[in-house]
């Protein structure tokens, strides 16, 4: 099986060796893709195969990226996986959310019941792993913290030095615990994450640092069994759309070049919609989109949804190109609509971080017009865990979430109140048997 790394640019195509250290085509800039020559002829045997691994205890068997690995034969050492059991993640039925949002069923995958709690372990995984074929020693990353979490963490498993680059207070501090614990460099940089990206891009290229943003195709290679997972825990039973979170658009570009290929392979015969929800004021591509624009729009990104706080994706051409070929749809919802669909995931016993919520307020707002209709069978992505951003949720919960407040160390201005709609504030009780019984009503 051989794997090479291609410019996804359509007049380029060039091809180049998958150990050559570029995260871009050397002779175009263009985007890179992972590809193989696949050796898959009878899929059905392939589904078996994957189903009985779940009987075994082989460490690539126990993970839920490694299991499917055929789908992405790019390690033919198994020695040199980076493996943390990450994946096999649960899909939950969603009644709450399902009537919240109009439709008749709705399910979740919950990306966020990973090792370090994000979707990207899934790619993290594949992602050091290539960087320990590579025999590279230092990995960096910029991030808006689960990826530097995810990095930092298996860089730690093995054995190689982290660097990570984060937007100075503008990181969630369960995010930054993680990557603190694990060991990684931290550096905290004046500016946004788009000038983090730039940076870490900068000096990757001219050093013998490996760069592990989703911009790096081994990484989505990892991510596309989010989707091939969900299919298998579905005995193959195909959805008709799939919402997914976009801000770098790793993710939802992993997702298409997965439907892609398991649809030419023939796994699957129909292909799910990829539908990609952003922030109202964190939307890049939607702009581009709406616009038909043949380059990016940047934007200055704001949203309290942190993670997706991303005004210049590097990848939006291989997102644009998973819209394409899904015949998905891009949208935007509002600082209260994703305020108020996180606490409506959080009736369901779910819970997730505020971006993971930009899925179920945007399914709402596309029944709402008709773009979803309400029969359809739609699988949510929840991308993060709620752990890592309880500020969020406490402030909502005791109304008090703000789309604008300003810190200098501590709260200094408070604009733009989001309205606690599904308020769940915890109550002051004396601690007197009496008191407590006359609150419970008993
Ligand atoms: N949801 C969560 C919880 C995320 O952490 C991210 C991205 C996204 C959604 C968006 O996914 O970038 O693939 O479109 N977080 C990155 C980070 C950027 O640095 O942790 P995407």
């Known amino acids: 099986m051989s794997a090479y790394l291609q410019c996804?640019?359509?007049?380029?195509?060039?091809?180049?060796?998958?150990?050559?250290?570029?995260?871009?085509?050397?002779?175009?800039s263009g985007l890179l893709d992972v590809m193989y020559d696949f050796q898959i002829t009878d899929p059905d045997k392939f589904k078996q195969t994957f189903q009985q691994r779940r009987l075994s205890n082989?460490?690539?068997?126990?993970?839920?990226?490694?299991?499917?690995?055929?789908?992405?034969?790019?390690?033919?050492?198994?020695?040199?996986?980076?493996?943390?059991?990450?994946?096999?993640?649960?899909?939950?039925?969603?009644?709450?959310?399902?009537e919240y949002a109009g439709l008749k069923r709705l399910h979740l995958k919950h990306q966020g019941l990973n090792p370090t709690g994000s979707f990207k372990d899934n790619g993290m995984t594949a992602g050091v792993t290539q960087a320990r074929l590579m025999n590279s020693r230092m990995v960096a990353c910029a991030s808006t913290g689960n990826t530097s979490a995810s990095m930092a963490a298996y860089?730690?498993?093995a054995g190689m030095k982290a660097?990570?680059?984060?937007?100075?207070?503008?990181?969630?501090?369960?995010?930054?615990?993680?990557?603190?614990?694990?060991?990684?460099?931290?550096?905290?940089?004046?500016?946004?994450?788009?000038?983090a990206m730039k940076m870490v891009k900068e000096i990757t290229e001219e050093s013998e640092v490996y760069l592990l943003n989703s911009i790096n195709p081994f990484r989505l290679e990892g991510q596309k069994t989010i989707i091939i997972e969900m299919l298998a825990q579905r005995g193959w039973k195909i959805p008709d759309r799939v919402v997914v979170p976009g801000g770098n658009l790793g993710n939802s570009s992993s997702f298409g070049k997965a439907i892609k290929e398991l649809h030419d392979l023939g796994f699957i015969d129909k292909m799910p919609m990829v539908?990609?929800?952003?922030?109202?004021?964190?939307?890049?591509?939607?702009?581009?989109?709406?616009?038909?624009?043949?380059?990016?729009?940047?934007?200055?990104?704001?949203?309290?949804?942190?993670?997706?706080?991303?005004?210049?994706?590097?990848?939006?051409?291989?997102?644009?190109?998973?819209?394409?070929?899904?015949?998905g749809w891009c949208d935007v919802v509002s600082e209260q609509e994703i305020a108020d669909a996180k606490a409506m995931i959080g009736r369901d016993g779910v819970g997730c971080e505020p971006a993971?919520?930009?899925?179920?307020?945007?399914?709402?707002?596309?029944?709402?017009?008709?773009?979803?209709?309400?029969?359809?069978?739609?699988?949510?992505?929840?991308?993060?865990?709620?752990?890592?951003?309880?500020?969020?949720?406490?402030?909502?919960?005791?109304?008090?979430?703000?789309?604008?407040?300003?810190?200098?160390?501590?709260?200094?201005?408070?604009?733009?109140?989001?309205?606690?709609?599904?308020?769940?504030?915890?109550?002051?009780?004396?601690?007197?048997?009496?008191?407590?019984?006359?609150?419970?009503?008993?």
Not at 8 to 28: F, G, L, M, W, Y
Not at 69 to 88: H, I, Y
Not at 167 to 188: E, H, M, N, R, V
């Open 155 to 157: 860089a730690a498993r």
């Open 8 to 28: 996804i640019e359509e007049n380029c195509q060039k091809r180049i060796s998958p150990t050559t250290k570029a995260h871009v085509c050397p002779d175009c």
């Open 58 to 98: 082989d460490p690539l068997d126990l993970s839920g990226v490694w299991r499917y690995r055929e789908l992405l034969p790019f390690c033919s050492d198994p020695a040199k996986v980076v493996t943390m059991q990450e994946g096999n993640t649960p899909i939950y039925e969603a009644p709450h959310c399902a």
């Open 163 to 195: 660097v990570i680059f984060i937007p100075d207070q503008q990181i969630a501090f369960g995010k930054l615990s993680q990557s603190l614990d694990y060991g990684a460099l931290t550096l905290q940089l004046e500016g946004d994450f788009d000038e």
């Open 275 to 327: 539908t990609i929800i952003q922030a109202l004021r964190a939307n890049p591509l939607y702009k581009t989109l709406i616009d038909r624009s043949a380059r990016l729009i940047r934007v200055e990104a704001h949203t309290l949804a942190t993670a997706i706080k991303i005004g210049n994706p590097v990848s939006w051409k291989k997102a644009m190109r998973a819209m394409e070929w899904t015949r």
């Open 356 to 442: 993971s919520a930009t899925t179920v307020a945007g399914i709402k707002k596309l029944i709402q017009t008709k773009e979803i209709d309400k029969e359809e069978d739609v699988v949510a992505v929840l991308t993060g865990n709620l752990l890592k951003d309880p500020d969020y949720t406490v402030n909502y919960h005791q109304n008090n979430l703000y789309e604008k407040a300003s810190y200098k160390n501590e709260l200094i201005e408070r604009k733009d109140k989001i309205q606690s709609t599904f308020a769940n504030a915890p109550l002051k009780v004396k601690a007197r048997k009496e008191e407590i019984l006359r609150v419970l009503g008993l």
